[in-house]
């Protein structure tokens, strides 16, 4: 297994035909004033499993601050299909996430774990903007 994809952005979903959007990638927002509410915003993954990986997955997507206490946590078993001989599975999954509030500025680690392991990570950087 392996993570190919791990993004914030405005906007993220499924498509008819299996085809996956994702829109206004960003790593970076800024606030005049804290604490902060971002209302809405998706965290999007995409992973590509062997065809001996086939089944269920157990992930959990964490986002912590720079003092490493979680802001939200989500956890989640994803179906991973049987592949066409020779290929792997890519499966895209979004998570939104509404009405988070950031305390102060600071840089905010996203954490995608499977089975406890961390497989990938992206970092969130929230500025003072005034």
């Known amino acids: 297994m392996r993570v190919t994809l791990c993004k914030f952005c405005d906007f993220a ?5 299996g085809k ?3 829109i206004g990638i960003f790593d970076t927002i800024g606030s005049a004033t804290f604490p902060m509410t971002h209302s809405a915003f998706h965290v999007c993954l995409e992973f590509e499993f062997d065809p001996t990986e086939a089944g269920f997955c157990p992930i959990e997507v ?24 020779g290929r792997s599975t890519r499966v895209l999954q979004d998570f939104l996430i509404e009405n988070l509030q950031f305390l102060r500025p600071g ?20 500025l003072d903007s005034s």
């Open 13 to 17: 979903c499924m498509l008819e035909g």
């Open 20 to 22: 996956g959007a994702v």
């Open 62 to 85: 964490t986002l912590v601050d720079d003092d490493g206490h979680p802001l939200f946590r989500v956890q989640q078993e994803i179906p991973v299909a049987q592949p066409p001989v």
């Open 107 to 126: 840089t905010y680690r996203l954490d995608v774990a499977i089975r406890g392991k961390i497989v990938a990570q992206e970092r969130l950087y929230v």
